[in-house]
C-alpha cells in the first residue's frame, strides 16, 4: 500500500478528495435536536413513566414569565394591564394551548349562602379595589410562591405549550421570537419592568442557540489554534497545509456519514469535531518529525516517508485503534448524546489515521516540507531534558510519587451532582433569568409523583384525600422543598368558601360527594385555556402531586427522594405508591447512572488496553509498567478537581474514558521505541535515550496541541462541554509531565539490565 502511496502521489490525492467530498455532501442530512430529553435514551425506565404519567394527566411544555416591578408593586392598574397582556397573548402564540395568571386566576370564594368561583381581577382595573384584591392574592395560598412571589412583589405568567415536534429546531425558534416580540412590545410600554424568562421550552431553546454559537466559534477558534500551532512546530507552510487539510476532511467526512446516517447532533456530539480535529494531528506530526529527521541526513522525499512510515506506520495504527477503542467505550454511557460523541469521534479518528497515511504521505512527495531547523533544535531540548531526568532520577521518582499521592487523595472532595440550570454559563441569559426566577418567584427544580387511587373517582375518597394531606404536609416540612401543589389544595379552599369562608373549614371535605361536586363546580367556572388535568386525570382515578424545590444537585435531589419513599413506604397502606417523575428527577438519575455504567466502561478500556500494551512491548514487566504513566495523570487530575472544583456532573463520567485512549497514544511511541531497542540488545539506558529522541519532540508537540485544543472548549456557553474540556486538558498536560518524569525513572528503576 504505502508503494501505491509514494509511486502514485496525485491519484491518492484525487481519490481521498473524491471519497472525502463524497462523504461530506451527507452534512446536508444532519438533524438538530435541542430537546432537553435528547439526554436519556427511548428506553430510559425513567424516561418511560414520565411519559406513562404524561399521557396520563396533561402534559404541557412551559414557559414561565416573571414580571418584576422596579418598586415591587404589582397590584397597579399599568402592572396588572401588562400582566394581562402577556397573559393574553397566548392566544396568538405559536403552539400555545393555554395560560395561567393572576389576570385570569379563578377565585373560590363566598358571597352569603352563595359560592362564587370568578376571576381575582375583573375587567374593569380602574374602579376596582386593588388594594384589596392585592391582600386577598397575598393571602391566598394557591397564589403564594407560584403565580405570585411570596412578598408578593413580582407575579409569574405561565404558558402552555404543545409542540408537534416534527421540527424541533423551527418550532422553538418560532416561539422563541414570538414570546419576545410580546415581550418587547409591554416593555417599551413598561419600562420599568423586568421580565425574566424561564422554563423547560426556554432551556431547550438555550441548548439550540448554545450548538449554533458552538459551530460557528468553537470550530473557527479550533482551526486558528491549530494552524498557529502547527506552523510554530514545522515552520513549513507545506506541512501545515497538508495536515489541516486532512483533520478538515476527516471531521467533515465523519459528519457527512453522521448526516447520511440521519444523526440527530446535540451540543455534547458536537464537540466531536473539535476532538477530531485535535487528537487527530498526533498521526501527522509523528509521521512528519521523523520524515524531517531523515531528510536532514539527506534523503530523498519518497525514502524519508517511506522510513517514517516504516518506523511510525504499526505504531500509528495502533494508536488509532486504541484512541477508537477508548472513544467507543463511551457507549456504556445511559446518556445518548455521550454515545454519540463516542462513536464520531471514533469514527473520525480512523478516518484521520487513513488520511495521514495517504493523503499526507502522497503531498509529501508533490509538495515536500522543508527541514525547520527549529524542529531538530527541539529533539536536542528533549534530549537534554531526558538527561536531567535520568542524571536526578533518585530524587525526581520519590518527589514525584508523593505528589501523585498528595494529589490523587482529592479525589474523595469530589461531590457527584448536577444541575440543569448550571449547564449554561453565567453569561447565558436563561440562567440568569432562571436564577432570578428561582430566587424571587418559584422554583424551577421540581420533582412530581403520581398516586393511583384506584378506580374512576376513587380520588375523592376522603381517606385518600387524607394520605395524600399527611404526605403533603411531611413534604412542606422538609428544607428542600419550597411549595407543595396537589388537588388537596383545591379541595380546601373551595371547601372554605362552601362554608362561608370559615376559617376553620379550611379543610378537606367530609365525603366523596362532597368533595366530587365542589371540584365539578370549580371546573366548570375556568376560563378558556385552563383546566385540573395537570393535578387529575380524566376519570379522577390517580393525582399529580408537583414539589417545587430550591436549588439543589441531583445527588441532594436523589437523598430527598430516597427520604420521601421511605416516608411513603412506613406511612401508607402496601398498595398505595408514589413514584417519583419529572424533568430534574430524570437528570438526577441519569448523572448517576452515567457515571456508573461509565465506571464499567473505564475498567473494561483499561483491561483491553492493559493487553494491548503487553503484546505491543513484547513483555509482561514493560506491560504492567506502562499502565502506570498511563492511570496516573487521570488519578491526579480528578484530584486536583475534587481540591478546586469539587463538583464532578454528568459530562465528567466520560472524561476518563476519553482520556485514556489519548494518554495511552503516548505511552505507545515511547514503548513501542524502547521496547524495539531492548530486544535489539541495548540497554535500558540506551534504549530510553534512544525511544525519547525519536519521539520525545513530537510527544511534546502533540500533547502541547491536544492540551490546548480540548481547553478551547472552555470557550462555550455550555457549561457541560466547559467541563469536559477544562478536565481533559487537565489531564493530558499531566499526562505530558508524566511521560517525561515519570516514565523513563519507572523504566530505570523497574527494568534494570
Known amino acids: 500500500m504505502f508503494d501505491f502511496v509514494l509511486g502514485r502521489p496525485r491519484r491518492v490525492i484525487l481519490l481521498a478528495l473524491v471519497l472525502g467530498l463524497l462523504c461530506a455532501a451527507g452534512i446536508g442530512g444532519l438533524r438538530y435536536n435541542g430537546d432537553s430529553r435528547v439526554f436519556f435514551a427511548d428506553d430510559n425506565p425513567d424516561l418511560l413513566a414520565l411519559q406513562a404519567l404524561e399521557q396520563r394527566f396533561s402534559r404541557a411544555d412551559t414557559l414561565v414569565m416573571a414580571v418584576a416591578p422596579a418598586d415591587g408593586q404589582v397590584f397597579t392598574v399599568e402592572r396588572l394591564r401588562a400582566i394581562r397582556q402577556l397573559t393574553d397573548a397566548w392566544s396568538h402564540l405559536p403552539y400555545a394551548k393555554g395560560a395561567s395568571s393572576i389576570s385570569n386566576y379563578i377565585e373560590a370564594r363566598s358571597d352569603g349562602d352563595d359560592l362564587l368561583a370568578e376571576p381575582l381581577l375583573p375587567d374593569d382595573l ?51 421570537d414570538a414570546v419576545r416580540a410580546e415581550v418587547a412590545k409591554v416593555q417599551a410600554a413598561h419600562p420599568d419592568l423586568r421580565i425574566a424568562l424561564g422554563g423547560i421550552l426556554m432551556f431547550d431553546e438555550a441548548m439550540q442557540q448554545q450548538l449554533l454559537r458552538d459551530t460557528s466559534t468553537l470550530y473557527p477558534l479550533c482551526f486558528v489554534v491549530m494552524t498557529a500551532l502547527l506552523y510554530l512546530f514545522f515552520r513549513s507552510a507545506s506541512a501545515t497545509f497538508a495536515t489541516l487539510s486532512a483533520m478538515v476532511l476527516a471531521v467533515a467526512m465523519t459528519f457527512g456519514l453522521a448526516g447520511w446516517a440521519r444523526l440527530a447532533i446535540n451540543p455534547a456530539s458536537l464537540t466531536a469535531g473539535v476532538i477530531i480535529l485535535t487528537i487527530s494531528i498526533a498521526d501527522a506530526v509523528h509521521l512528519l518529525t521523523t520524515f524531517a529527521a531523515e531528510r536532514a541526513v539527506g534523503a530523498d522525499p519518497r525514502a524519508a516517508m517511506a522510513a517514517s512510515l516504516r518506523v511510525n506506520g504499526r505504531t500509528i495504527f495502533l494508536t488509532t485503534m486504541v484512541n477508537a477503542l477508548g472513544f467507543l467505550s463511551m457507549n456504556f454511557s445511559d446518556s445518548p448524546p455521550y454515545r454519540d460523541l463516542g462513536n464520531l469521534v471514533a469514527l473520525g479518528t480512523i478516518l484521520a489515521w487513513l488520511l495521514s497515511i495517504s493523503f499526507i504521505a502522497a503531498w509529501t512527495q ?32 520519590p518527589l514525584a510519587l508523593a505528589l501523585i499521592t498528595a494529589l490523587s487523595a482529592g479525589i474523595a472532595l469530589n461531590r457527584f451532582g448536577d444541575n440543569y440550570v448550571e449547564f449554561f454559563s453565567p453569561r447565558v441569559q436563561f440562567r440568569a433569568d432562571t436564577e432570578f426566577i428561582n430566587e424571587r418567584l418559584a422554583g424551577m427544580q421540581f420533582i412530581e409523583y403520581a398516586v393511583e387511587a384506584g378506580g374512576p373517582g376513587d380520588v375523592f375518597e376522603p381517606a385518600f384525600l387524607r394520605h395524600i394531606e399527611a404526605y403533603s404536609d411531611w413534604l412542606r416540612q422538609q428544607p428542600e422543598v419550597r411549595r407543595v401543589a396537589s388537588l388537596n389544595d383545591i379541595s380546601k379552599r373551595l371547601n372554605k368558601a362552601m362554608h362561608g369562608d370559615d376559617p376553620t373549614q379550611f379543610r378537606l371535605p367530609d365525603s366523596r360527594e362532597e368533595a366530587a361536586q365542589h371540584l365539578l363546580f370549580y371546573e366548570m367556572s375556568l376560563p378558556n385555556g385552563q383546566d385540573l388535568t395537570h393535578l387529575v386525570d380524566l376519570d379522577k382515578s390517580a393525582i399529580r402531586l408537583t414539589v417545587l424545590l430550591n436549588t439543589i444537585s441531583s445527588s441532594e435531589l436523589e437523598a430527598f427522594d430516597r427520604r420521601a419513599q421511605s416516608w411513603v413506604a412506613q406511612n401508607w397502606p402496601a398498595d398505595l405508591k408514589a413514584r417519583s417523575s419529572g424533568m430534574s428527577a430524570l437528570f438526577a438519575k441519569v448523572a448517576r447512572s452515567n457515571f456508573q455504567s461509565m465506571s464499567t466502561g473505564m475498567l473494561t478500556s483499561c483491561a483491553l488496553i492493559a493487553a494491548l500494551l503487553i503484546w505491543l512491548s513484547r513483555s509482561l514487566k514493560l506491560g504492567l509498567i506502562s499502565l502506570v504513566p ?58 530510553l535515550r534512544e525511544a525519547y529522541a525519536d519521539v520525545g519532540a513530537a510527544l511534546w508537540v502533540t500533547s502541547a496541541t491536544l492540551v490546548v485544543g480540548f481547553a478551547v472548549l472552555a470557550w462555550s456557553n455550555f457549561m457541560l462541554t466547559v467541563h469536559l474540556g477544562l478536565l481533559t486538558s487537565l489531564i493530558l498536560a499531566l499526562a505530558l509531565i508524566a511521560e517525561f518524569v515519570l516514565t523513563p525513572t519507572l523504566l530505570l528503576w523497574l527494568d534494570r539490565d
Not at 392574592?137 to 407560584?146: C, F, H, Q, T, W
Not at 534530549?383 to 535520568?390: A, F, G, N, Q, T
Request: glycine share 12%; no cysteine.
Open 366 to 397: 508533490l509538495a515536500p516540507p522543508r527541514v525547520s531547523p527549529s524542529a531538530l533544535r527541539q529533539v536536542e531540548i528533549v534530549k537534554r531534558l531526558i538527561e536531567w531526568v535520568i542524571t536526578h532520577r533518585r530524587r525526581v521518582l
Open 126 to 176: 380602574v374602579g376596582a379595589d386593588l388594594a384589596a384584591i392585592g391582600q386577598r392574592a397575598r393571602a391566598d395560598e394557591r397564589l403564594r410562591g407560584g403565580l405570585l412571589s411570596e412578598r408578593g412583589d413580582i407575579a409569574g405568567v405561565y404558558i402552555y405549550f404543545e409542540l408537534p415536534r416534527n421540527d424541533p429546531e423551527g418550532e422553538l425558534s418560532r416561539i422563541g
Open 630 to 687: 498511563n492511570l496516573t495523570p487521570i488519578l491526579v487530575g480528578f484530584g486536583i478537581w475534587g481540591l478546586t472544583v469539587g463538583k464532578m456532573g454528568m459530562s465528567l463520567a466520560v472524561v476518563a474514558s476519553l482520556t485514556l485512549g489519548i494518554v495511552v497514544d503516548d505511552t505507545m511511541h515511547v514503548f513501542s521505541h524502547y521496547g524495539a531497542a531492548r530486544r535489539r540488545g541495548a540497554t535500558s539506558l540506551e534504549a
